[in-house]
């Protein structure tokens, strides 16, 4: 990968103007709560051989987190952190290339601690809760594919992923993500579909 992939995690061109340098490999980047962006970021940090660590996060779709490319086989899962949640999260930093945390309520001063210590070890810290200066990236439905007058099943939904250098456009399915789908605005304000088949996930 040369020099520039060992300083970030390289992303599928249709998400360069989001990422126009790429998905930094050390630091903390702040994310809206969306469920299917955590499963897309942890899925291309994973096919290039990240190890994992997910602390804190309870409830979650590990279908869709599979289908973006996380590899289980590198993956630590800690639900329940207790009252250990600052030594598990350094010693995480120290052994991991990214992690995604929820629930761990930080003071200013332990975010930024953890910040340098992620930049100091090249680790990458993915969370929905930091009040300190992080990239925002934020990520919404858009559009879904499959229905008609309210009938029909999801067969796929596209999503806007937008940070501060630009919108792109992404769509997932059964199979898991296309990075080749066409922009698409949305034709009315989307609802969750009661679908067996593909539910809407933010």
């Known amino acids: 990968m040369g020099e520039l992939g060992e300083l970030v995690f390289l992303v599928p061109s249709s998400l360069k103007a989001v990422f126009p340098y790429g998905l930094s490999k050390s630091g903390v980047l702040r994310i809206s709560d969306s469920h299917i962006l955590k499963a897309l970021l942890l899925g291309i ?46 010693a995480a930093i120290d052994g991991c290339d990214i992690l995604l945390i929820e629930g761990i309520v930080l003071s200013q001063r332990e975010e930024r601690k953890v910040a340098k ?14 009040k300190t200066n992080s990239f925002l990236v934020d990520c919404n439905p858009c559009r ?22 630009g919108d792109s456009f992404v769509a997932f399915n059964e199979s898991g993500w296309d990075f080749d789908c066409k922009k698409q605005e949305p034709r009315k304000t989307l609802k969750a579909s009661s679908s067996k088949k593909l539910m809407v996930v933010r």
């Open 45 to 90: 940090a994973s096919k290039q051989g990240a190890w994992v660590a997910i602390l804190g996060a309870k409830n979650l779709g590990w279908d869709v987190f599979f289908k973006s490319g996380l590899d289980r086989n590198r993956l630590i899962y800690v639900p329940d952190l207790d009252h250990f949640a600052p030594q598990i999260l350094f």
């Open 117 to 130: 210590r992620a930049r100091l070890k090249n680790t990458l810290v993915i969370t929905t809760e930091w």
């Open 144 to 165: 879904v594919h499959g229905l008609c007058q309210g009938r029909g099943h999801i067969q796929e939904i596209t999503y806007r992923v937008s940070s501060r250098y």
